[in-house]
């Protein structure tokens, strides 16, 4: 249970026959709650897809009934006829539900350029299966049908005091950037304004889903969704509201970064000593970013020559001859020159723990990344997506 | 023939055994002339070597006798002590060539952190073998000694009407950015101050080493110098010495991206329509440092998608929706919307060239850079740089 763990919601998924694999392609989230408020996120980057534009627009009074999610084609540059596949299939899940186009957001994933006659009449006939499948054991089922090079669903829960957030998430990668999509739908049963729920939604995307920085691309049509029904009664304050979704965030984001394309580690760069946290995450960024860092890392060489070449590209207030960094808790450079050995770090877990101070602050921030792999380029050379 | 074309100077390359290969690797080069009017430009990295702190105040006069040069390490992050080598290997030529240490500009690469005793005791007594010796017919031994994971010498020459620059080049990297470090050594007879050196060589490396971006990575020591001799006796007019040494790094950069480090596809991304330069730049380069489109090359997939999602990171003046990208001639993508299809296009050739038309405005530019492949990830992960 996950998107259907909060009271009034259902989901469905099913086979649609976008993915060549046959496997599940369309994914339905429905509020069937007192309350349809609604808040969402989206991509920063400039090159829009069509749904994303469409939903900036479903969510701008605050209010959305359901998510219809489709794999198997991101519809982004597929032009006018493209935006009508978007308007048609929010249309056709309307009309099924007995709700209006306006309150149906809609996320699509998958090849950019994919759009045509094909594309959507799959799409709408898969819209109106899932909405005859609807289920509140559908959350399973709906994590599934999204996922697109994810090797296993990604859900999560997180309990309140007599409410709960519950969420499911897809992709490799991330709010900004990631080309592998990032697609999030979270629902809860606590009883909240569209104010509130934007509120807590941005307060945790900005340090979860915006710090899983993967490979540095930017997807088109990344979102993240969030629901209300009220149907617990409980309105919570705030600062608990936010806290749970941070959590379930960040679960969701940690789960994301494990199953990333041809990944062979999942780093966790920490970066202190900052003078702000927007340097700390810059200079985080930059680590995140460095393909000769990152194809280092995949060869096991904990390379911190790498590490200062890359945060020298910033802009954060820092001397680079007053710089620490540790791999695994071993410091190899202090003050900017060599301290013990690179062969005291064992390199070979998955998990690796960079950290940096940067003795310049007080300010700190954490970015999640992978390493530059064989698989990676495989994968992004053979699967056109 | 090339850092040694012009007349004035000497070269030589030699083994100081830093190179576990036990190929030269200590090179130096020399002018003689009348003139020791000189110029130079450094990595922005703000994470700079020794050398390069070293050579920026030998060059702030606008004078220097002479370049020596070490592969097998980059002498940054090495605490104190690495200065001192820096310090001590510049008095070592001066004093063999009888000229001032601060006319000896000193640059380096190679793995940072690398620049113990060992490394010291083998680059001065590398400097010492290098000054004697010095020959006119040198310059190729000079660029030999420079290689690192190149595969092959870069040099080349341009001819003035009655004088001449020649350079060397090596790394499969750029001014900025790029962590294979790129050195170069230019060379000339013409008659020429500093100060026109300085503004010749600005405006060549801004159009061609800058817009080499193999990799997105940057360099602590990147470094490009240019030494006058006036050996000629002829002063050419600024814009034909600017012409020239344009042309001659032109052609040096062509030489490091047909072997940067793994590549199989060597890629020129031509901007054009923007609003200004800048913007053409930006774009450009947000080409090149997308992973999942130089992975796609790498796979000969011409995929626009991964084009028009990088474009959109940028602040560039354009409309995503109003943009036309072509691969190799084939217009793939028109206004936003799929054009011809992908299947026309031969990405087989080593040679590709991406073409973007933002109709913006009528600005100009273009990015050379690389695919990202296997050897890149091999060469990276498996050879600590």
Redesign the interface.
């Known amino acids: 249970m996950s998107v259907t763990a909060a009271k009034g919601f259902v989901a469905s998924g099913v086979v649609a026959g976008l993915k060549s694999t046959g496997l599940p392609d369309v994914a339905l989230v429905v509020n069937r709650g007192r309350s349809a408020a609604a808040a969402g996120v989206f991509t920063s ?4 897809a069509n749904p994303v534009i469409w939903s900036q627009q479903v969510l701008a009074d605050g209010a959305a009934r359901a998510v219809i999610l489709n794999s198997g084609g ?1 519809n ?4 006018a006829f ?1 935006f009508q596949t978007t308007h048609s299939t929010a249309e056709t899940v309307a009309e099924a539900l007995d709700v209006s186009a306006g309150d149906v957001v809609v996320c699509s994933t998958g ?3 994919v759009g045509d006659q094909v594309f959507r009449d799959k799409v709408l006939a898969g819209s109106r299966a899932a909405a005859s499948e609807l289920s509140p054991d559908g959350g399973l089922a709906a994590a599934s049908a999204i996922m697109t090079t994810d090797t296993h669903p990604k859900q999560a829960v997180v309990q309140g005091d007599g409410w709960s957030v519950g969420g499911m998430a897809k992709g490799a990668g991330m709010l900004a ?1 990631g ?1 592998a999509t990032m697609l999030v739908v979270l629902t809860t049963d606590a009883d909240l304004p569209s104010g509130a729920l934007d509120a807590a939604l941005r307060e945790a995307t900005r340090v979860t889903f915006d710090r899983l920085d993967s ?6 049509n990344d979102t993240v969704v969030l629901l209300a029904s009220a149907e617990s009664g409980v309105t919570p304050t705030q600062a608990d509201f936010a806290r749970a979704v941070t959590a379930l965030c960040a679960d969701l984001a940690r789960q994301l970064q494990g199953d990333a394309e041809g990944a062979s580690h999942d780093i966790t760069v920490e970066v202190m000593g900052a003078e702000t946290e927007d340097d700390a995450v810059d200079v985080g960024r930059s680590l995140a ?4 860092l990152m ?2 890392v ?2 096991n ?1 904990p ?4 590490v ?7 802009n954060a207030v820092f001397d ?2 007053d710089v620490d960094v540790s791999f695994n808790g071993v410091r190899l ?1 202090a003050k ?3 301290d013990r050995p690179v062969t005291d770090v064992d390199m070979t877990p998955r998990a690796l723990h960079i950290l940096l101070d940067l003795h310049a602050g007080p300010a700190t921030a954490t970015i999640l990344t992978n390493d ?3 698989d ?3 994968e ?3 699967y ?2």
């Not at 490979?215 to 088109?220: A, H, L, R």
């Not at 970013?289 to 000769?292: F, T």
């Not at 200062?308 to 910033?314: Q, S, Y």
């Open positions: 980057n400039r090159s829009k991101a982004c540059f597929t032009g493209g090849l950019i350029g950037p080309l490979d540095g691309c930017m997807s088109t970013r460095s393909n000769l194809a280092a995949f060869g060489d390379n911190w020559g790498r200062l070449a890359a945060i020298g590209t910033t680079p001859y450079c900017g020159a060599p530059l792999t064989h990676y380029v495989h992004n050379s053979a056109s997506s």
